[in-house]
T-cell receptor
Framework: NAGVMQNPRHLVRRRGQEARLRCSPM?????VYWYRQLPEEGLKFMVY????????ESGMPKERFSAEFPKEGPSILRIQQVVRGDSAAYFC?????????????FGPGTRLTVL | AQSVAQPEDQVNVAEGNPLTVKCTYS??????LFWYVQYPNRGLQFLLK??????LVKGSYGFEAEFNKSQTSFHLKKPSALVSDSALYFC???????????FGTGTRLQVFP
């Protein structure tokens, strides 16, 4: 059973460009979470999605960031007009069902560098 | 505010010695507590979790953690450290009836031969 897949693993963008990060959950998992890890910091929750629904986006910046989890295909975290402060590691996690006791399993992350 | 504290940025221990990585939390209601480990340039790997029941939880790679409600702590322990245990360890809490994990800032464990 393959784990959570994220691609690309490394992404370099210039200021003002768009970044698209993809996440494929573990087989059988229908819940996806995105977290951001700034250098030397812990992970911060961004958004929680189920298929075709955003359940909780309380951690998403108000502008430039969006996320989706379509019926078919991976979840996408999209950052428009990137700035240097967006440089971070972005981790996706998945869980099989909704519930506070469920373990979230993390992917390897995408490391975004904004020049 | 709900939060997790890992008071030590780094813990150094000699191989073969017991190790403890500390974690305290502040949440309303019953907490669900997790430990993850992160190796360089890798994602987080799940180690163990406390939901309910026995306060001593056993997890992967010989790690265990003790839930102490009165001290609001969930310290990670291992009786005999290995050099390969050297990594970054994160404590996390999932407050009751929410979907997000709240992470501590991490503790770097360095095990010396």
């Amino acid at each position: 059973n393959a784990g959570v897949m994220q691609n690309p693993r490394h992404l370099v963008r210039r200021r003002g460009q768009e970044a698209r990060l993809r996440c494929s959950p573990m087989k059988g998992h229908s819940h996806v979470y995105w977290y951001r890890q700034l250098p030397e910091e812990g992970l911060k929750f961004m958004v929680y999605l189920q298929k075709e629904n955003i359940i909780d986006e309380s951690g998403m910046p108000k502008e430039r960031f969006s996320a989706e989890f379509p019926k078919e295909g991976p979840s996408i975290l999209r950052i428009q007009q990137v700035v240097r402060g967006d440089s971070a590691a972005y981790f996706c996690a998945s869980s099989p069902t909704v519930g506070s006791t469920d373990t979230q399993y993390f992917g390897p992350g995408t490391r975004l560098t904004v020049l | 505010a709900q939060s997790v504290a890992q008071p030590e940025d780094q813990v150094n221990v000699a191989e073969g010695n017991p190790l403890t990585v500390k974690c305290t939390y502040s949440v309303s209601g019953n907490p669900y507590l997790f430990w993850y480990v992160q190796y360089p340039n890798r994602g987080l790997q799940f180690l163990l979790k406390y939901i309910t029941g026995d306060n001593l939880v056993k997890g992967s790679y010989g790690f265990e953690a003790e839930f102490n409600k009165s001290q609001t702590s969930f310290h990670l322990k291992k009786p005999s450290a290995l050099v390969s245990d050297s990594a970054l360890y994160f404590c996390a809490v999932r407050p009751y009836n929410t979907d997000k994990l709240i992470f501590g800032t991490g503790t770097r464990l360095q095990v010396f031969p």
